[in-house]
């Protein structure tokens, strides 16, 4: 008991930012959530928050511990809820948001059969790139692709994310096949608006951003993929997005030995101590179908 303790009052001060503000929600002493996280570093063996008069940071450990204590916390809610709930049905009303494109491909469909499966469930899904406030808007989860800065929220890993550099056989045939990342530069890019670059890992395994030009821009990823398969140019995309003309032979990968490590999928919603039967059903829903090894390939 003192060590599930000792893990809570770890993630609830993370989340919260203050040992007050995790004291107040759990109704101690700000005293006693510091004795807490001293015995469980002192457990450990490592230090997990940096703590001063002011301000509470994570260290590296404890960032890397606190996705894996939200995790299982989460799954812990899960079974008492199958338990404990018995026969009793998700009902009430989700708000979803995700990016545009992957929305529309892999969450929408999904939500659909959700609500088949939930008839006393309704929903509003938010589609758009842009980064919503879960807490101001009033969402219950976002579906995120990509590194997670905001530790205030609590993140579920859903499915990796892994990007290629795509283009159609004709590109190819006319201009050439790029052999390292380099060579780029003297290639047509279809370029996202707002993307600092393209990812890399180079001979020594190291992670390199290469700047790209070409004369197509669009902030909207699902015009570049219609431009790569015109035969415009290379694009980067996502694997999720492309991975069905790779198959096909409308696109062919380059470049695949150069590929940066994959980034994660989450779903994301704000600390609270009772997530909704509704959303948490959800969030499994989406976890369940993603971790199929078929699911890809019939999406």
Same mark, same amino acid.
């Given at each position: ?20 503000? #995790? #004291? ?14 001293? #015995?469980?570093?002192?457990? *450990? ?15 590296? %450990? ?57 008839? %006393? ?12 406030? *879960? ?25 990796? $994310? ?21 060579? *780029? ?17 180079? %001979? ?14 669009? $902030?909207?990823? #699902? ?50 101590? /009772? ?9 499994? /829903? *989406?976890? $369940? ?11």
């Amino acid at each position: 008991m003192d060590t599930f303790k000792q893990v809570e009052s770890f993630v609830s001060v993370a989340s919260r930012g203050s040992l007050s503000a #995790a #004291a107040r929600a759990e109704g101690v002493t700000p005293a006693i959530i510091g004795r807490r996280l001293d #015995a469980l570093e002192q457990r *450990l063996g490592v230090k997990l928050l940096t703590r001063t008069t002011r301000s509470i940071a994570l260290t590296f %450990e404890g960032a890397a511990f606190l996705e894996d204590c939200q995790r299982i916390l989460h799954d812990l809610a899960n079974a008492e809820a199958s338990v404990s709930l018995g026969g009793v049905k998700a009902s009430g009303h989700i708000r979803v948001s995700a990016p545009a494109g992957f929305g529309r491909i892999h969450v929408a469909p999904l939500m659909q059969d959700f609500l088949e499966m939930n008839p %006393e469930v309704s929903c509003m899904m938010d589609l758009s790139d842009r980064v919503v406030d *879960l807490v101001n808007e009033g969402i219950d989860c976002a579906i995120r692709i990509g590194e997670l800065p905001d530790s205030s929220l609590v993140s579920i890993r859903l499915a990796e $994310n892994r990007r290629v550099v795509v283009a159609s056989p004709a590109y190819l045939a006319r201009f050439g096949t790029p052999v390292v990342p380099q060579d *780029l530069s003297g290639h047509k890019c279809l370029s996202l608006g707002q993307q600092r670059g393209w990812l890399f890992r180079d %001979e020594d395994g190291e992670t390199i951003t290469l700047k790209v030009g070409g004369r197509f821009e669009c $902030n909207d990823g #699902a015009v570049l993929h219609e431009w790569a398969l015109a035969g415009h140019g290379l694009a980067w995309r996502s694997l999720w997005e492309v991975d069905a003309d790779l198959r096909a032979g409308r696109l062919v990968s380059v470049l695949d030995t150069f590929a940066a490590p994959t980034t994660g999928i989450y779903a994301v919603f704000p600390q609270r101590k /009772h997530l909704a039967l509704r959303v948490r059903l959800f969030i499994d /829903h *989406l976890k $369940n179908h993603y971790g199929r090894p078929d699911y890809w390939q019939q999406a």
